[in-house]
T-cell receptor, first 110, second 114 residues
Framework: KQEVTQIPAALSVPEGENLVLNCSFTDSAIYNLQWFRQDPGKGLTSLLLIQSSQREQTSGRLNASLDKSSGRSTLYIAASQPGDSATYLC?????????FGAGTTVTVRA | NAGVTQTPKFQVLKTGQSMTLQCAQD?????MSWYRQDPGMGLRLIHYSVGAGITDQGEVPNGYNVSRSTTEDFPLRLLSAAPSQTSVYFC?????????????FGPGTRLLVL
């Protein structure tokens, strides 16, 4: 059974600092890994999707890396802003199922 | 495109009542799924479908039924609501194929069972 862990569970940083969010998974036989953002009381918004054959994906200030053999992914958010405050979830896809971590709740202080 | 839509946004049920959570997508996606989200836990898969007429169980299917009569709609039925089913329910869809595509999520339905 795939287990997905996100550490830390919560993170508070001053505005402008770079964010590093970690995700680990136990079974490396995945199709892809997806990072989502969730605002309080809202649904999930997809940020980045990394296919199993890729090492990283970038979108604006966001960069996600994937090391499938070690079961790890890292989401980097450069020059954080108060608007980046949210919960970030990673999910791995194996066959027809997404397995989610519990998320990292980020607070960016102005 | 409206994307993935869910109704209702919020519902209160009494133990033993039944209800259907609605989910629809207008992106012609083959794959649709239902998740529940509980505090401190990741989202957990309830049921999924890879096309009209095809459904399968996920990680936590007990107490829930699904059907997929059209590509667009994937309703989730609670047969006899229990307090343990108090949760936020999310529907998701994706285009199937290789490479795997991004999953799109609806805004969620908050369910309280008394």
């Amino acid at each position: 059974k795939q287990e997905v862990t996100q550490i830390p569970a919560a993170l508070s940083v001053p505005e402008g600092e770079n964010l590093v969010l970690n995700c680990s998974f136990t079974d490396s036989a995945i199709y892809n890994l997806q990072w989502f953002r969730q605002d309080p009381g809202k649904g999930l918004t997809s940020l980045l999707l990394i296919q199993s054959s890729q090492r990283e994906q970038t979108s604006g200030r966001l960069n996600a890396s994937l090391d499938k053999s070690s079961g790890r992914s890292t989401l980097y958010i450069a020059a954080s802003q108060p608007g980046d405050s949210a919960t970030y979830l990673c999910a791995v896809r194996d066959d027809y199922k997404l397995s989610f971590g519990a998320g990292t709740t980020v607070t960016v202080r102005a | 495109n409206a994307g993935v839509t869910q109704t209702p946004k919020f519902q209160v049920l009494k133990t033993g009542q039944s209800m259907t959570l609605q989910c629809a997508q207008d992106m012609n996606h083959e794959y649709m799924s239902w998740y529940r989200q509980d505090p401190g836990m990741g989202l957990r898969l309830i049921h999924y479908s890879v096309g009209a007429g095809i459904t399968d169980q996920g990680e936590v299917p007990n107490g829930y039924n699904v059907s997929r009569s059209t590509t667009e709609d994937f309703p989730l039925r609670l047969l006899s609501a229990a307090p343990s089913q108090t949760s936020v329910y999310f529907c998701a869809s994706a285009k199937e194929g290789r490479p795997q595509e991004t999953q799109y999520f609806g805004p969620g339905t908050r369910l309280l069972v008394l």
